[in-house]
């Protein structure tokens, strides 16, 4: 167990270091140490010397390693493609050096520089969400740009072709560079917990145990709460639970350092009194802590949140969430010819799979079932059968073994379910039929799954998932599928319906190619 320190006496220390959650016993208050000096640095370059996290530097210098290399790769594989690659350098047929200058060295350094200028290696966006690849696409953008306006301003008639290849096959690797990168930076963070950021919540206990579970929901983003400071008091953790050491009366900044943290967080209405947070500002000036703000906004994505300053106040606009308009109209689009293509490219597929089932059980080898769609109107889903005939007639004997909460019936070793049908099941084969409902327009391709229609009235916050159409991949999915509860599905279809886009929809689908692989959650 940790130190749960908040009186004159010394630290209570418990045994059993390992155990995760931690009882406050009791509090007596705590003269605040003296405030630590507000030391301003003599530069912003020695103020990043000084950062207590320094994880990305050594990930932002592989970066730039991997960028660097995936650019000087382009160059090559376009050089060796055309013959026409050294068009626009005269000399190059007779002394190579410049032209092999511009390939290997001075364009992918030109990478490098617009790639800084637009962020792509900013700490902040890096190893979570898709900030970070929209930004190497404006500088692919870009740079493709600065090749095009100097070729134009030099009248160098340079080979369309290969000056193509070379960028696009450049953005590519890049991408895919950032990609396994964030790939390996995720496994470090869920394994062994490196490479993250120590955070102390500062707030009422209700506000940093809610922020606690906002941010350990996933190990990826790399935010690690080691420690809480309550501000409403000592009584109010008096003989509650906590997951992390609870601290009161204590120099905040003091408090961190003793911890080992790095990061400080704001929790809720912790910053109620006028000038406070800033003040806790100017203190973290120079000290290599990092200062960020969890405001009372849960589930909302950062493209609906926005800043807009008046008279020096800080004020959070929250946009409203897009369900209709061209965004819309274009993942529509997407949908019906995504299916379309789909449908005819997996003929032979739906062939074998369809014999599999009837040799396994006769009977018909598609099953439709009642779901709730669109606003609330009822459709029937088409899917592989993957259980005998008899299924619902057995299911009054096994609602006593549902192993899920909510409104579905799931067991991972349904005795309805056949041995072709469970293979179905594992591998979401027996989802795929659903490409029908997706080119009639009552689905899409992705959005929150839709639930049969017999349940009853969707109730409560429930009733949002009905804003958009149903899908055949979603959030819940990617995020554990059936080994989610009930409302953790509801609380990710709810973020899906209030926050979607077309890039979050590819990320998605994306997501969706692992999860199936792997097959997690599927039952």
Same mark, same amino acid.
């Given at each position: 167990?940790?130190?749960?320190? =908040? ?9 059993? !270091? ?171 963070? !869920? ?87 800033? !003040? ?41 969430? =897009? ?70 007639? !057995? ?116 997501? =969706? ?11």
């Amino acid at each position: 167990m940790g130190e749960v320190t =908040t009186s004159l006496q010394r630290p209570v220390t418990n045994e059993g !270091r390992s155990r995760l959650v931690r009882h406050v016993d009791s509090f007596e208050i705590q003269p605040p140490n003296p405030p630590s000096h507000n030391g301003v640095p003599r530069s912003a370059w020695a103020r990043a010397r000084r950062r207590v996290s320094r994880w990305h530097r050594p990930y932002t210098a592989i970066l730039l390693l991997l960028d660097f290399a995936a650019a000087a790769f382009a160059s090559f594989t376009a050089i060796r493609t055309f013959d026409q690659a050294t068009a626009g350098f005269h000399e190059a047929q007779n002394d190579p050096t410049w032209f092999h200058t511009v390939a290997f060295l001075l364009l992918p350094l030109g990478w490098l520089t617009i790639l800084w200028f637009n962020g792509a290696y900013d700490r902040r966006c890096l190893g979570l969400g898709p900030d970070e690849f929209k930004r190497v696409i404006r500088a692919g953008v870009a740079v493709c740009a600065a090749v095009s306006f100097l070729a134009f301003a030099t009248k160098t008639d340079l080979s369309r072709f290969t000056v193509g290849t070379a960028l696009l096959l450049a953005l590519l690797l890049i991408l895919l560079g950032r990609i396994l990168t964030r790939f390996v930076l995720h496994v470090m963070r !869920r394994n062994t917990q490196q490479a993250a950021h120590r955070m102390v919540l500062v707030g009422t206990l209700p506000e940093c145990l809610e922020v606690y579970t906002a941010v350990t929901r996933n190990p990826a983003a790399g935010l690690v709460p080691v420690a809480i400071h309550i501000t409403d008091g000592y009584a109010a953790a008096k003989g509650v639970q906590t997951p992390v050491p609870v601290y009161a009366g204590r120099d905040v900044l003091a408090l961190v350092r003793e911890v080992g943290g790095d990061t400080i967080a704001v929790c809720g209405s912790a910053s109620a009194e006028p000038g406070e947070l800033r !003040r806790l500002a100017w203190q973290l000036e120079g000290s290599g802590v990092d200062l960020v703000v969890a405001p009372q906004l849960t589930d909302i994505a950062g493209p609906r949140v926005h800043i807009r300053p008046i008279e020096g106040l800080p004020l959070l606009h929250v946009e409203e969430p =897009t369900l209709s308009g061209p965004a819309l109209l274009a993942k529509n689009m997407m949908d019906r010819v995504a299916a379309g293509l789909g449908l005819l490219a997996l003929i032979p597929v739906f062939i074998v799979i369809a014999i599999a089932i009837r040799i396994s059980d006769p009977g018909p080898v598609f099953f439709r079932q009642p779901r709730v769609g669109h606003e609330g109107r009822t459709f029937r889903v088409w899917k592989f059968r993957t259980m005998y005939v008899d299924a619902e007639d !057995r299911l009054a004997s096994l609602v006593d073994q549902n192993e899920t909460d909510g409104m579905l019936f799931k067991m991972k070793q349904d005795p309805r379910v056949f041995p072709v049908g469970r293979f179905l099941r594992a591998s979401s084969l027996d989802e795929l039929p659903q490409l029908i409902n997706v080119l009639m327009g009552e689905m899409s391709l992705v959005g929150p799954r839709p639930l049969p229609a017999d349940d009853g009235d969707f109730l409560g916050d429930v009733r949002r998932r009905l804003l958009v159409r149903p899908g055949m991949t979603g959030l819940w999915q990617v995020s554990g599928r059936s080994d989610l509860s009930w409302d953790e599905a509801v609380r990710l279809d709810l973020y899906y319906v209030d926050n979607w886009s077309l890039a979050y929809d590819l990320s998605i689908l994306w997501r =969706t190619v692992g999860v199936v692989l792997a097959r997690k959650g599927a039952y």
